[in-house]
Structures are given as C-alpha cells and as structure tokens.
C-alpha cells in the first residue's frame, strides 16, 4: 500500500461481540471471582474495519470484581460513545483517537472506561500492521524479544492446593510462579507462598495482593516474602492509596510492584515525583490499549524503573497484544499472561499465539498476527 493510500483510509466500523469462552480452571483473586469451572468466561471482542474493508481485531475482559467495568458498561461505552467520535478517523491517527476517546469519555482522575478503550486501541493497532503487512512491534520500530517467559499462576482457595497447582505448572513446563495473594487471612497467605516456595525449589517467584492488604498488614508479609525469597511485592494496599504505598515502598525489603495504580501514564509520573515505585507493571487492558501502554513503559525505562508484565486473563488476543508490547521493551522477566491457563480461545483459526513449556512465541504475522474465525465469533456471542 502506498502512503498516499494510506492517508486516506478511514475507520468506517466498528462492531462488539460479547462472547462465552469455555472455561479450563477456576481463578479468584482478593476481590472475588475471575474464572470459575462450569461456566463460560465472558469477554467482549471488538472489530474495526476500514474504508477499504480491512479489519482488525481487539479485546475487553470485563471483571466487576477487578475494575468497575462490566459486560454492559464495555459494549455500550464502545457502541454509544466511542464509535461515534472514532468512525471517519485517519486508520493511522492512534494519537488522534486517544484524544477523541478522552473527549468521549473523561479522563477523570486518572483514566476513564480503560477496558472499553483498550479493545478499541488495540483492534486499531491490529488493523493498521494488516494494512501495512507487519506485525505491530515492526509499526512501532522495534522488537527486542522474539520469546516471551509466562508465569504459572496459583491462585487456590486455601493453602492446600498451592503444592498441586506447582506441580501441574512444572509438569506444563513453567519455571516461573506467581502466588495470589490477599484471598485468607494473613498467616494462611505467609503459609501458602511459603508451600509454593517449598514446591517450586528455587524458581522465579512473586506475590500479588490484588490491593487486598492495609499498611501495617502489608508490612509484615514484607518482612514474611523477603525471607522467601520473594521477586516482588504486587500491589499490596489500595490503588489510591498514595502515602501508603510511599510508606511501604520505604521500608519493604522486597521491591514492591504497582498495577492498579497506574492507569494513566501520568499516574507512574505522579509515583516517580514522590519516589514511590520499584517496579512498574505493564498491562494492556488496565493502561487505554497500547498506546497509552508504551507511553507508560517507555515513561518507567527512561526512569530506570523496572518493568514486568501482566494481563487481564485474556484470549488469544488480549494474549498477542501484550506479548507485542513486552517484547518492544525487552521485559525478559517472567510475565502473568495466564489466558491459557484458565480460557480457551474456539474462534482462533489458522495463525495465533504459540505457547510450549512455558514460554510465548511473539507472533509473527501481520498486526497481533491471529487469525478470529468470524463466523465462530458469531456463533459464540450471547
């Protein structure tokens, strides 16, 4: 396609489907319920097509228990206000269309219906490398991993499950584990993570609170990870909670990791002026879709803060936008994109993501490089 062709392709539609995706194994984390065995798992896929009849493709997990956004609130934000301000929109102007859906739907105090706008965002990226025939990392200029390290997540209902969730991990081939965290009391959580540490030997190991802790709780299951050996402390206290987070940072022995507290680009530059942060957590769907995302981890590595990866228990979609983003910024520690572990993707055909012992390849065709299936898409919907 030419430049001149180019410049003048318009967005011309853009369509939901919330679909039921067949559930493998249940997931809680602090707040409630993610995935549970027996019923579907509800995400919203989300089509833009141009004017020349191009599509790209883009994904919403709505998790009331996560974030405020709901099944409802995501197809109607997308189909009465979003759509409306994107359709006539240049393919290319993804600065534009971040700026128009801010307009749409107001910033806030930090950020406004992120998951609505990230499946958006995140179809328009995966349009626009179809156009040009490139994947997105190739777009954006640069891609400094081809492999991407997934975590094995354990997130039981009590302690003694954590030893079999290990061993069904090692067995997949992971080498690297993640505890959630928050969902007891706190000695039955110091107790789990300690039977995950027994179970996983000496492997790549952090905890995520999911905002479930108060400071002085916070605080002493610090002082209880640091003694195993624990890579990071996951958003342990609310993710408003500005002082406390500045407080704990201060005297946890284990850097502490912030996920939900940073929405917006200018949430990590508010934490950065206050000195407040070890670790910035990268995730799509939280952060607007990757534009808003790679403003926030190019903002952490010009700051020398550490980045690590995370997702919203996505399909293969979701799946493939984030391993294009953590592979643009070279994020070679173990990532919790834990999809695969709790969903299956039916309305995958041909190309998409390929996961073997624990490791993701960063797919290599054009835009997320998955190939949806339209027709299963439909069938699914409900």
């Not at 307009?103 to 490398?129: C, E, Q, Y």
């Not at 952060?287 to 997702?311: F, P, Y």
Request: charged share 20%; net charge negative.
């Amino acid at each position: 396609m030419s430049a001149h062709e180019l410049q003048g392709l318009t967005i011309a539609r853009i369509e939901t489907f919330p679909v039921a995706l067949p559930t493998l194994r249940s997931f809680a984390v602090s707040g409630g319920s993610v995935a549970t065995v027996g019923r579907p798992s509800i995400r919203v896929l989300v089509k833009v097509t141009a004017s020349d009849g191009t599509a790209g493709w883009g994904e919403a997990t709505p998790i009331p228990s996560w974030t405020y956004e709901t099944l409802e609130s995501i197809t109607s934000t997308i189909n009465q206000y979003l759509t409306p301000v994107a359709l006539g929109l240049p393919v290319w102007d993804l600065d534009g269309l971040t700026r128009a859906f801010d307009r749409a739907i107001n910033r806030g105090f930090t950020i406004g219906a992120p998951l609505a706008k990230s499946a958006v965002d995140v179809a328009m990226n995966d349009l626009l490398g179809r156009v040009l025939g490139v994947p997105v990392t190739t777009l954006w200029g640069g891609r400094r991993l081809s492999e991407i390290q997934l975590a094995w997540i354990v997130a039981t209902e009590g302690p003694g499950g954590a030893e079999a969730s290990v061993a069904e991990g090692l067995s997949l081939g992971y080498e690297a584990f993640k505890v959630k965290v928050g969902l007891h009391g706190e000695r039955e959580d110091a107790e789990m993570v300690a039977q995950v540490r027994r179970a996983c030997g000496d492997r790549f190991l952090w905890v995520d609170a999911n905002q479930g802790y108060t400071l002085d709780v916070a605080v002493r299951q610090a002082r209880r990870m640091a003694a195993l050996d624990v890579a990071a402390f996951e958003q342990p206290l609310p993710a408003n909670d500005i002082v406390g987070l500045k407080r704990l940072r201060d005297v946890s022995p284990v850097p502490v990791g912030l996920d939900e507290s940073l929405r917006h680009p200018s949430d990590l530059a508010t934490f950065l002026k206050l000195d407040a942060v070890d670790v910035a957590i990268a995730k799509v769907q939280r952060s607007g879709g990757l534009t808003l995302s790679r403003r926030l981890c190019a903002m952490a590595e010009d700051a020398g803060v550490r980045l690590m990866g995370s997702g919203l228990t996505e399909s293969d979609l979701g799946l493939a936008a984030s391993l294009h983003l953590f592979a643009a910024f070279g994020i070679d520690t173990p990532v919790d994109l834990n999809g695969r572990q709790f969903i299956e993707s039916p309305y995958t055909t041909g190309s998409t993501v390929t996961v073997r012992n624990g490791r993701a390849l960063v797919p290599n065709g054009p835009g997320l490089g998955v190939e949806v299936d339209e027709a299963m898409v439909r069938k699914l919907v409900i």
